[in-house]
């Protein structure tokens, strides 16, 4: 959780992080916490192999919502784990079922890689209604040895590819081959992939007000910043025994936090400097950014949600191919009341204004420094016990 650079000190004053380390004193990354981004080795069972690979999509909070059953020989149950939702930013679940897709879009890549056919039926026990989930599996999976399979170019991305947070280079326009991989990569996905570049800078700024206002809200909304705050995950001690949430490795909050002076118990105030820092310092990221780009389709039922994520996989894995960098930009998709404007507004913006037609996915696009993969739990972690 790098963009939130601040502590709030036991006693309500606050003391914002420098992000300058004591020479020698600049904790790193656990191991234990990013070793699944070795890839899964030779795993004796195919279903290991791939999910070992599954496990590495991208996921809202990477909360890492995923549930495998193999008690079945040959065959993959996934569920979603009712512990790890987004009650207050996605009610209604559809991050989710969007991250349940990149993790079936991650495991179809790996499946063809070892020559085998991924046969996925989505809800086999029917699908969840639009307001809440149940125990009700999303797939069923059948791995199918079949000579005929094609490799997919994408696989070779998964390993590489990262969330990046942090400022991009403006002065560096993605290049049209860059959108058009991207573009194709989604096809033949039933969803509408639109772009915005320097060429429109008008719009450019649209998108840019929009995404700044939606991520004040969040800030400003008790309810919705102290979701992440619970799952915040604050040095190499809790990070490692984690491994999931948004990572925060900033020295001096990693010193604060070591003597008990890091007050996570409540959400800082609109005026607090805890709050209007991040507003400024997102504000320059986004002034960092010289590309949007977006996903529409004209339903919103949950095999569309779950193939919309499968689609979002698909295009940041050519972004990563063409060394492109990306992050979502979900607040204002968000369908909690206090972002009812800004959902409306983006709706406008990108022509999604049918009744059923939504956004699904809307990322900042450029190219930026590399950024460290996010924590991981392991493929155990996420297997069912009977």
Known sequence: MDRRRFIRVAGGGVIMATGLAAAGCSPAMPPQAIAAWQGPGQEADLRRWVLGHAILAPHSHNLQSWLVDLSVPDQIVLRVDPTRLLPETDPTSRQIMMSHGTFLELLDLAARERGHRAEITLFPEGAFGPDEIDTRPVALIKLVADAGVAKDPLFAQILLRHTNRNAYDLARPVPAQAWQSMADAVKPN?????????????????????????????????RTIMESYKVLRVGPDEIAKHRDGISLMDPMVVWMDRFGLFDRSRAPGPEDIATTSQIEDFGKKLASTPGFLWMVTDGNDRVTQVNAGRAYARVQLAATAQGVAMQPLQQALQEYPEQ????????????????????QMWARVGFAEPVDPAPRRGLDAQIVRS
């Open 340 to 359: 009812a404007g800004l959902h409306a507004d983006i709706r406008r913006l990108l022509d999604a204004q049918a009744p059923a037609q939504t956004v």
């Open 190 to 222: 039933p969803l509408r992939f639109g772009f915005v570049d320097a060429g429109s800078a008008g719009a450019l700024q649209q998108h840019r007000a929009i995404a700044a206002e939606a991520w004040r809200i969040e800030l400003v909304t008790p």
